[in-house]
């Protein structure tokens, strides 16, 4: 299925569908879209998907962010090659900074901690039984090397 980002705008002759801006590291370009031909700044534009589903075209809006815009139309294009490997996930929809960065935190203090406690089980080595540092010897007390 071919995905298609489209940016609507408000021009004079009233809201239209345009393509976005690319910029020069293939990246869309925030806020901008081509009207006529020349690249013009829109801080009212909407992202919308477009796509064919069951032989109708579909308009999905995705909102005003452009990195949003491109990861949803990753996930359709995925989820219409392979409809199990990826679902476009409702719940992280419009999820803002604060609730992501504490869900992505408390996934890796999971994955550090299973990674410490594999380390630490092995032949030689126990969480019962600390090791020393190699090469680092301790000297008896009272060896006068005060």
Partial sequence: MK???????????GWRYCEPVMAE???????????????????????????????KRTWERVGTDAAAAVTMKKK?????????????DATTEGMNVQAAA?????????AKSERLRRSLQGPHRSIDQ?????????????????
């Fill in 102 to 110: 504490t869900e992505y935190l408390a996934e890796v203090k999971v």
């Fill in 3 to 13: 995905v298609s980002i489209h940016i609507r705008i408000k021009t004079a002759a």
């Fill in 25 to 55: 590291n293939h990246r869309l370009k925030p806020q901008y879209a081509l009207v006529d031909g020349n690249e013009e700044k829109h801080t009212e534009g909407v992202y919308f998907l477009r796509y064919v589903s069951s032989g």
């Fill in 130 to 146: 600390p090791q020393g540092h190699p090469g680092v010897h301790r000297l008896p007390q009272g060896s006068g090397a005060e």
């Fill in 76 to 88: 359709r294009e995925l989820a219409a090659i392979d409809p199990t490997a990826v679902a476009p």
